[in-house]
């Protein structure tokens, strides 16, 4: 059986609705906001996953066209993951897939046209990286050497891309019969190279075509290694 509150709980109770009456609604709305910046959170997070989700199975559907040299299937799966999955690391890999299969069919204009989407659209620092690496690798078939060399200076110093954009400088400074330079480049693509991988001895074939191999003790170095 409830019992009437005493006087000390009667003013407790009117201190509290005077409290709320006063503050009750800032509070509300700050914990609104904060319900609804983790209901928010959580559903960017499920957003992302649903994206990725549906992106991977158009990417299946492009790779699968890829292996299967159908060209044409292959860029209309990338012109859609490209409309309505832009950010994904799926579409910038895309690309890549597409820009290869077009330069191998003859199609350096569409490779061209995937590969600058990645390198300025693609959510990836390192997709972005290759494919103004593989940029420039067209250009320099186009004979757009000038272009290549930009593609080139605007994969920046990425440690990991050093070596690569250091030999593909190289290839097009030598196009461009700039000898002493494309040996200074061969020459840092190089050094910076592993001894184990097989593009260090392209690079070392590159140099000695130039008529500067790589010196003797380094050679010795690298095999007593």
């Known amino acids: 059986m409830a019992t009437p509150l005493d006087l000390q709980e009667q003013e407790q109770l009117d201190e509290l609705k005077a409290f709320w009456k006063q503050y009750g609604n800032p509070i509300i709305w700050v914990l609104i906001a904060a319900l609804g910046g983790y209901a928010a959170w959580n559903g960017w997070g499920w957003w992302q ?18 292996k299967a040299g159908d060209v044409e299937k292959t860029a209309r799966a990338f012109g859609d993951l490209k409309e309505r999955y832009p950010r994904t690391a799926y579409t910038g890999q895309a690309g890549l897939i597409a820009a290869k299969l077009q330069a191998e069919k003859a199609q350096p204009d569409a490779a061209v046209a995937s590969l600058t989407w990645v390198a300025e659209s693609a959510s ?37 891309f050093t070596a690569l954009v250091a030999d593909r400088r190289g290839d097009v400074l030598a196009a461009m019969g700039k000898k002493d330079e494309a040996k200074a480049a ?23 075509a130039l008529g500067a191999p790589p010196p003797k003790a380094d050679a010795a170095s690298g095999a007593a290694k």
């Open 49 to 66: 996953r649903e994206q990725a989700g549906n992106a991977g199975a158009m990417f299946d559907e492009l790779d699968r066209a890829a």
């Open 124 to 160: 990836d620092d390192a997709y972005r990286a290759l494919a103004r690496l593989r940029l420039a690798g067209v250009m320099l078939d186009q004979k757009k050497y000038e272009d290549a060399i930009k593609q080139l200076d605007a994969v920046g110093k990425a440690t990991e």
């Open 186 to 208: 061969y020459q840092e693509a190089y050094k910076s190279l592993d001894e184990k991988l097989e593009l260090r001895r392209f690079v070392d074939a590159k140099l000695t």
